[in-house]
Structures are given as C-alpha cells and as structure tokens.
C-alpha cells in the first residue's frame, strides 16, 4: 500500500516537472518569436524609411530636372530675340 502511494505520489511529481519543462520551453520559444519580431520591424522601419528616402530624392531631381528645362527654354527664347535683333539691325540681311 504504502509503495503504491510512493509510486502515485512520484508519477504525478514527474507529471509535474515535464509540464514544467514544457512551460519553460514554450516561454523560451515565444520569446525567440518575439525578438525577431522586433529584429523583423526594424528592418521594416529602415527598408520603409530609406524608399521614403529615394522617393524625396527622387522628387527633388524631377523638379530639379523641370527647372533646368525651364531655364534652357528661356535661354533658346532669348536667343532666338537676340538673332531676330540682330536680323532687323543688320543692313546686310
């Protein structure tokens, strides 16, 4: 009697460090989960952040690339009164 009441009483001590471990092991892994979650977030963050980046600079030449073709039809527009001047000015023409 007493050695089934010792073997009862170590089958359920056992039961109790295996769901122990189990627990710890389910802690350990949630844990891993969530910092590379966050390592995931990050990366994210710069990947999202350098597109920003490249759409700005991106912005900045188009408009940059519209005002230089502004400034070069307004020097052809100026050249091209500066050569009728000229015609209307030269007795040879």
Known sequence: MVVV???????AL?????????????RRE???ARDLAKVS???ADR??????????????????????QLAATATRSSAR?????ADEIDPDV
């Open 41 to 43: 977030n990050l990366e």
């Open 14 to 26: 056992a039961a109790k460090r295996r769901k122990q471990t189990r627990t710890e092991a389910r």
């Open 47 to 68: 990947q999202t952040a350098e597109a920003e980046e490249r759409a700005a600079r991106s912005k900045r030449e188009g408009l940059a690339a519209e005002q230089q």
């Open 30 to 32: 949630a844990s891993d």
């Open 81 to 85: 009164d500066l050569q009728s001047r």
């Open 5 to 11: 009441i010792v073997a009862i009483a170590g089958i």
